[in-house]
């Protein structure tokens, strides 16, 4: 079925209902639902109209069941994603069950997720510390009602155009800090929800369903004082000498596939070295080759 068809059928649908179909016992023509008779043909031989009547010069149709059938059937999806898209997140206990400690931040996000009004989290630190991680697994329980960013929206249409058309429940942004000017301007009122209208088109956004955003940022002195306020920022610290112990014992068991008794010694040998989780899988994916000591001295690591 071609793009179109699907509106097509609709507006010969409300041509029927509109008009009594008694009194037209030959059926309606291409005259009367003003669609090319061309196209009207295509649709009869693809089975979604019935030819009713056919002379040298009438050719009647009326819809057929198939024809029917896929505008309720498009009206059923149609009813679905709206439906979708105003239902509450299911938020399960093991949503981040991936992230190692951090248990303060999964309280927070969790009751972000399921207020029923937005409150927006930036999370700030270094490197390494599982922001990414978090967006990922709300974007793994939201599905469709999420639109994931690095930075800015990757379409020429800009972000703007992406909510407006995916009207999404969760905007979740990665590397804040790298978003561009025109994103940034659209992002600020829509973060603060309600009716909008895009300056430069005139175009309306209507957030009906206000939008909640939660994004990820290594840096904050970039970021302008009017978009830090709109969000509540939780500032990460770089791990101590005991969190660094647990997430690289456990990401390198976890995630790398490493016994634990490597992991162990991976993970004493750089809490000395590093802060640095990603150090620790470099090091856990050469460890075979070079064997960890050499691995951490070839890597520069603590150097
Ligand atoms: N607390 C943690 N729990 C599980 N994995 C972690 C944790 N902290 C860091 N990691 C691991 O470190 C790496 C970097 O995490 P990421 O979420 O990309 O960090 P960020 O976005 O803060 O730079 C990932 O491989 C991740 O699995
Ligand atoms: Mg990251």
């Given at each position: 079925m071609k793009e179109g068809d699907i509106q097509l059928l609709n507006e010969i649908a409300r041509f029927e209902q509109e008009h009594d179909m008694e009194e037209l016992k030959m059926g309606w023509s291409w005259r009367h639902v003003r669609v090319w008779p061309a196209t009207l043909s295509r649709l009869f031989k693809d089975g979604?109209?019935?030819?009713v009547f056919r002379s040298n010069s009438y050719t009647g149709y009326r819809l057929s069941a198939l024809g029917r059938a896929m505008i309720d059937e498009t009206k059923n999806t149609e009813a679905i994603v709206a439906e979708n898209s105003h239902k509450p997140l299911s938020v399960s206990d093991n949503l981040f069950s991936d992230i190692i400690g951090h248990e303060d931040i999964k309280e927070l996000l969790i009751a972000c997720l399921m207020a029923e009004k937005p409150v927006h989290v930036l999370l700030a630190g270094p490197p390494a510390l599982a922001k990414s991680l978090f967006l990922w697994d709300i974007e793994r329980i939201a599905g469709e009602k999420a639109i994931w960013l690095?930075?800015?929206?990757?379409?020429?249409?800009g972000l703007w155009d992406v909510v407006a058309e995916r009207q999404p429940q969760i905007l979740l942004i990665d590397e804040l800090d790298k978003m561009n000017a025109a994103d940034t301007a659209a992002l600020l009122s829509m973060m603060e929800g309600g009716r909008l209208v895009?300056?430069?088109?005139g175009r309306e956004l209507d957030l009906t369903n206000p939008l909640r955003v939660l994004a990820a940022s290594n840096r904050l002195n970039v970021l302008s004082p009017e978009l830090k306020s709109r969000f509540a920022v939780r500032k990460l610290t770089a791990y101590n000498r005991s969190d660094y112990l647990s997430v690289v014992k456990g990401v390198l068991v976890s995630r790398e596939s490493l016994d634990k008794e490597l992991a162990g010694e991976i993970a004493e040998r750089l809490s000395n070295l590093s802060q640095d989780v990603r150090d620790a899988v470099r090091v856990a994916r050469l460890s075979s080759q070079l064997g960890v000591a050499k691995a951490i001295k070839l890597l520069g690591i603590g150097g």
């Open positions: 979604y109209l019935d030819n690095v930075g800015s929206a990757t379409s020429k249409a895009r300056a430069k088109t």
